[in-house]
C-alpha cells in the first residue's frame, strides 16, 4: 500500500512516501481502506518534538490519528461490523500503532463507528478525536439545560464542536474568539461571540451573567489562559480543559469552589483501557449529527497524500480556519 512516512523529527521532518505492506486483520479488528484524515495539534506536536513525547512512534512513522474509510477485511470476534461497511475513528498514529495517513490501517474495532450518513467522508474525518473530547468534556463538566456555558477558544477544532454540542443540550452558550471575521461562525451555531481581544472578562461577565460568572467553561486554550476560566467562573461551576501541562496557582479555584476536569483523550489508545467507550461516543456524536444539531467546519484547502506536509504546515501556521483534511 501507498503511505506517507515521517522520517525525521523536529526541524529538519519530512514526510515520504513509500510502499508499505498492507496489513492484514487480527482478533478484535478490522482493516480499513482510508478515505480521508484530518490533522490535530497533536499529531503536529509529534512531529515537531518528536521523543520528548512520550507516545511519539519510532521512525520512520505513519501518523494520522482521525479517520474515515470503509472497512475492508473483519478480524476474528469482531460482529458489529462488516465488510463495506462506512466508518470513522481515532485509532491509530501514535505508539506502536499505525496512523491513517495510507490507503489502509488496523483499527481496533472498539475505537471505531459506523459514520454520519448525512456528510461526507471528509467531513467525518475531521470528527472523532476533536469530537469525542468535546462530548467527553462536556459530559464531565456536568452540562445541563438552561446552564450558562463558556467555551474558550469557540473556533478551534475541539471548541467549535463544543460550542455546538453545549447548544444540542439546551445549554445557553458563549464562545471566546480573537478575530471579528469568526463572530458570525460563532452566531451561525446559535451562540453569542465574545472577542477576548477587545472585551475584558469582568466586562462580558457582568454583561452576559450580571457578574455572577459562568456554570461550566470549556477551556480549549488552556496553558495560562486557565487563570481567564478561573476568573469568569461563578461559584461551584465546573470547568473542563484540554490543555493543562504547566504549574498554576489554584487559590482562585479554591476561593470559588470550582471543580476542574481534565481531558486527555488518547487515553484509551495509549493504555487499552476503556476503548469501547470511545466508539460509543462516535455513535453518539453520528446520531447528532444525522439529526442536524452538529457539522463540522473545515478549512477550505485541500491536501492530497503527497502534500501531508504542506497540511500540517497550514494547521501550524494559524491561518486554517476549521479542521485540515487530507484525502487518501
Known amino acids: ?71 475492508e477485511e473483519i478480524g476474528e470476534g469482531v460482529t458489529e461490523f462488516a465488510v463495506g461497511d462506512e466508518v470513522y475513528g481515532c485509532a491509530g498514529g501514535l505508539a506502536n500503532l499505525q496512523g491513517a495517513l495510507a490507503e489502509f490501517m488496523l483499527a481496533d474495532a472498539q475505537l471505531i463507528a459506523r459514520k454520519p450518513k448525512s456528510i461526507s467522508m471528509r467531513e467525518a474525518a475531521a470528527m472523532p478525536l476533536v469530537g469525542i473530547t468535546a462530548l467527553e468534556g462536556l459530559e464531565r463538566a456536568g452540562i445541563t439545560k438552561g446552564q450558562k456555558a463558556l467555551v474558550q477558544g469557540g473556533v478551534g477544532g475541539v471548541g467549535h464542536l463544543a460550542v455546538q454540542l453545549a447548544k444540542y443540550f439546551g445549554a445557553n452558550v458563549y464562545a471566546t474568539i480573537s ?20 472585551e475584558k472578562i469582568a466586562d462580558y461577565v457582568a454583561k452576559y451573567t450580571d457578574g455572577v460568572g459562568f456554570d461550566l467553561i470549556f477551556d480549549t486554550v488552556g496553558g495560562s489562559n486557565m487563570t481567564n476560566s478561573f476568573e469568569a467562573a461563578a461559584l461551584n461551576a465546573n470547568i473542563a480543559s484540554t490543555v493543562s501541562l504547566l504549574e498554576i496557582d489554584l487559590s482562585p479555584a479554591h476561593f470559588k469552589g470550582l471543580s476542574l476536569h481534565i481531558v486527555f483523550m488518547l487515553l484509551p489508545m495509549l493504555s487499552g483501557q476503556g476503548r469501547a467507550k470511545h466508539g460509543e461516543i462516535l455513535t453518539k456524536l453520528a446520531k447528532i449529527v444525522d439529526a442536524g444539531a452538529l457539522k463540522p467546519l473545515l478549512d477550505d484547502t485541500a491536501y492530497n497524500l503527497d502534500q501531508v506536509g504542506d497540511a500540517y504546515d497550514r494547521l501550524t501556521s494559524g491561518k486554517a480556519i476549521g479542521k485540515v483534511v487530507v484525502e487518501i
Open 1 to 71: 500500500m501507498k503511505a506517507s512516512t515521517l522520517t525525521s523529527y523536529g526541524e529538519t521532518a519530512t514526510f515520504e512516501i513509500a510502499e508499505l505492506p498492507k496489513p492484514t486483520a487480527t482478533a478484535g479488528h478490522v482493516v480499513v481502506r482510508i478515505a480521508a484524515s484530518s490533522v490535530n495539534t497533536v499529531d503536529t506536536m509529534i512531529r515537531s518534538m518528536g521523543t520528548d513525547l512520550a507516545f511519539s512512534p519510532a521512525l520512520p512513522a505513519v501518523l494520522g490519528m482521525d479517520f474515515a474509510g470503509v472497512v
Open 179 to 198: 478575530e471579528d471575521q469568526q463572530i458570525e461562525i460563532i452566531k451561525g451555531y446559535g451562540a453569542t461571540p465574545i472577542n477576548y481581544t477587545s
